[in-house]
Nanobody, 124 residues
Framework: QVHLVESGGGLVQAGASLRLSCAFSGGTFSAVSMAWFRQAPEREREFVASVRRLGSVTSYTNSVKGRFTISKDNAGNTLYLEMNSLKAEDTAVYYC?????????????????WGQGTQVTVSS
């Protein structure tokens, strides 16, 4: 059974950087596509970035393009989200998600397994 565990969140000032990690276990990491979503208080869960199974094709929501980088280490069974130039509006709980399909999607209902989330708070 696939299991995801996020780490790396924290409290930072605006302009700082953070790297989130998502450890994958219980399956074949190279066979799945992955994504990061986030949810701020009283808001819907929002797509942030995705990567196809081999790690070469990525997609980002417009608000993070040029600041965030998603990467997939198939040898290490780990998904990363490098976040630079953080803004107060990036504050949210960040979730990684796994999709048993080689193609990723921005729709959260298209993902099969979710992590427990990690809090990112950016002070302005």
């Amino acid at each position: 059974q696939v299991h995801l565990v996020e780490s790396g969140g924290g409290l930072v000032q605006a302009g700082a950087s953070l790297r989130l990690s998502c450890a994958f276990s219980g399956g074949t990491f190279s066979a799945v596509s992955m994504a990061w979503f986030r949810q701020a208080p009283e808001r819907e869960r929002e797509f942030v970035a995705s990567v196809r199974r081999l790690g070469s094709v990525t997609s980002y929501t417009n608000s993070v393009k040029g600041r965030f980088t998603i990467s997939k280490d198939n040898a290490g069974n780990t998904l990363y989200l490098e976040m630079n130039s953080l803004k107060a509006e990036d504050t949210a709980v960040y979730y990684c998600a796994c999709r048993f399909d080689p193609l990723a999607t921005t729709d959260p209902t298209g993902y099969d397994v979710w992590g427990q989330g990690t809090q990112v708070t950016v002070s302005s």
